[in-house]
């Protein structure tokens, strides 16, 4: 399988942005593999290794320190210091505070019992890419009760007023640059009021990721195609906060010979058992579809 036909401009900042649940398998070596190799081909590329460890219950040091080993072993170079995003929350909270300021971010005290009560009750919901979109009970809590609540220190999230920031979108509407395919259209409007600080960690994937892309100067973000439903949503938070319009390739998901996506949850292979069976990195590399090295 070849990674791309298309090659990436000059001076391209690729990523490759694992989060540190688990060990790397051949999926998250193809997505590397795929980042790596846009940068390498670019004039002056760059490629760099972020950590998206913010969520503390899920991600682990030593996982994050395996995948820095493991893709070493497989041969690829990185920019370093390496960015972990739990090293950097007070940045995502002032982020936030910037919209907050703007009130286009409320506060959410529902619980999820309590979402999925509403959703059934009003018999249908617009579904959204996450899932039914929220149904705004706290976008409509009163100024009194939202205080009150928040002196009690009542458990909150903070979700986008959807409404109020695609009435600061541009007026011809969001649109994305994918390669290979040119400019798509971009509607972030069925994500709903989407939660950008979570109640158990005060920030979220979408915040983090378009923050750091933009911070670090990621000209193109090299993803699984997977990812690709979340670009207009993150298409939108980049308009909000005027940060730039990278270029996104989304590559297709690596599959096993039945076809089926090779993730971790389905058994795939990590490429530390791999290694430990005495298999060299070209032929690991060959495994995650990269047969012409890396
Ligand atoms: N951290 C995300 C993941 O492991 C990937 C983020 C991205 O590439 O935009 O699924």
Redesign the pocket.
């Known amino acids: 399988m070849a990674a791309t036909g298309s090659s990436l401009h000059t001076g391209a900042v690729t ?5 540190p649940t688990g060990l790397l398998h051949l999926g998250h070596a193809h997505s590397a593999l795929f980042g790596h190799g846009l940068a390498r081909r670019a004039p002056g590329g760059r490629f760099l290794l972020r950590i ?1 460890d913010i969520d503390a219950g899920r991600c682990r040091p030593d996982f994050s320190a395996a995948i820095e080993e493991d893709i070493a072993w497989l041969g690829l170079g990185w920019e370093r210091p390496v960015r972990r995003q739990s090293d950097h929350m007070a940045e995502y909270r002032a982020a936030l505070d910037r919209l907050a300021a703007r009130g286009l971010l409320y506060p959410c005290f529902c619980t999820r019992a309590e979402i999925a009560r509403e959703v059934a009750a009003a018999g249908h919901a617009p579904h959204g890419p996450e899932g039914p979109a929220y149904p705004g009970t706290c976008r409509r809590l009163s100024r009194g009760e939202r205080e009150a609540r928040l002196a009690r220190g009542e458990t909150h999230a903070l979700r986008l007023d959807m409404a109020a920031a695609l009435a600061e979108a541009p007026a011809g509407g969001l649109s994305f640059e994918e390669l290979g395919e040119g400019r798509l259209p971009a509607d972030p409007a069925p994500f709903g009021d989407v939660v950008l600080a979570r109640k158990d960690v005060p920030a979220s ?1 979408h915040l983090c ?1 378009c923050h750091d892309d933009a911070l670090q100067g990621v000209t193109a ?4 195609v997977d ?1 690709k439903a ?1 670009t207009p949503l993150h298409r939108l938070l980049q308009s909000l906060f005027g940060w730039p319009e990278p270029l996104y390739a989304h590559h297709p998901l690596l599959a096993d010979a039945a076809g089926r996506r090779l993730a971790k949850r389905d058994g795939a292979p990590s490429i530390r058992s791999l290694r430990q069976a005495g298999h060299a990195p070209a032929a690991v590399r060959g495994m995650a579809g990269f047969a012409d090295g890396a």
Do not use: H, N, Q
Request: proline share 7%; hydrophobic share 45%.
């Open positions: 990523r490759f942005a694992p989060s998206e994937y990721v973000v090299t993803r699984g990812l979340a």
